[in-house]
T-cell receptor, first 112, second 114 residues
Framework: AQSVTQPDIHITVSEGASLELRCNYS??????LFWYVQSPGQGLQLLLK??????LVQGIKGFEAEFKRSQSSFNLRKPSVHWSDAAEYFC??????????FGTGTSLTVIP | EAGVAQSPRYKIIEKRQSVAFWCNPI?????LYWYQQILGQGPKLLIQ????????DSQLPKDRFSAERLKGVDSTLKIQPAKLEDSAVYLC????????????FGPGTRLTVT
């Protein structure tokens, strides 16, 4: 069965600092992996996705993520965080039936 | 292009009452999803439609939840009767056949059951 673990419930970073959000997945086959961001009162917005090929994927808003099969991880990174990045971030794994399994999310606070 | 529309945005009901949520997906998107997001958790898939047929409803509590997508376009999710633990945000998402792995989410309906 598919599952996603986001070990960090809440992270606080200073504006301009680098960011890494962790995601570990469990899936028997090659996973389809996603990162979504959710601002308060908003729906989920896709940041980036990995299906195959290059293990380092670029997304919107300056985010990137790296797929590491040996570690079953798909960590999200950003070199310099902006105050507007404060939000909830969700990692998800998808299967061939287009069914998504989401992690519990990481809440990001950005301090000036 | 217009996004996924949901209504109402907020709803407060008492337990044992019924409630219905509406979703209009992006035009031309064949697949429609309903998710339940309880506070502090990630979204959980309730039901997935492909056109007007159900693909997966294994996590839908069928004794109280029902959903339909009669004409393969908009969809309604109903809860009857509601329980306190149904308090959550109900998210609708849609995807196209061509880019089936890219789901577009609506703003959600926040349900509070008292």
């Amino acid at each position: 069965a598919q599952s996603v673990t986001q070990p960090d419930i809440h992270i606080t970073v200073s504006e301009g600092a680098s960011l890494e959000l962790r995601c570990n997945y469990s899936y028997g086959a090659t996973p389809y992996l996603f990162w979504y961001v959710q601002s308060p009162g908003q729906g989920l917005q896709l940041l980036l996705k990995y299906f195959s090929g290059d293990t380092l994927v670029q997304g919107i808003k300056g985010f990137e993520a790296e797929f590491k099969r040996s570690q079953s991880s798909f960590n999200l990174r950003k070199p310099s965080v902006h105050w507007s990045d404060a939000a909830e971030y969700f990692c998800a794994v998808g299967n061939t039936g287009n069914q998504f399994y989401f992690g519990t999310g990481t809440s990001l606070t950005v301090i000036p | 292009e217009a996004g996924v529309a949901q209504s109402p945005r907020y709803k407060i009901i008492e337990k044992r009452q019924s409630v219905a949520f509406w979703c209009n997906p992006i035009s031309g998107h064949a697949t429609l999803y309903w998710y339940q997001q309880i506070l502090g958790q990630g979204p959980k898939l309730l039901i997935q439609f492909q056109n007007n047929g159900v693909v997966d409803d294994s996590q839908l509590p069928k004794d109280r939840f029902s959903a339909e997508r009669l004409k393969g376009v908009d969809s309604t999710l109903k809860i009857q009767p509601a329980k306190l633990e149904d308090s959550a945000v109900y998210l609708c998402a849609s995807s196209s056949t061509r880019e089936s792995y890219e789901q577009y989410f609506g703003p959600g309906t926040r349900l509070t059951v008292t």
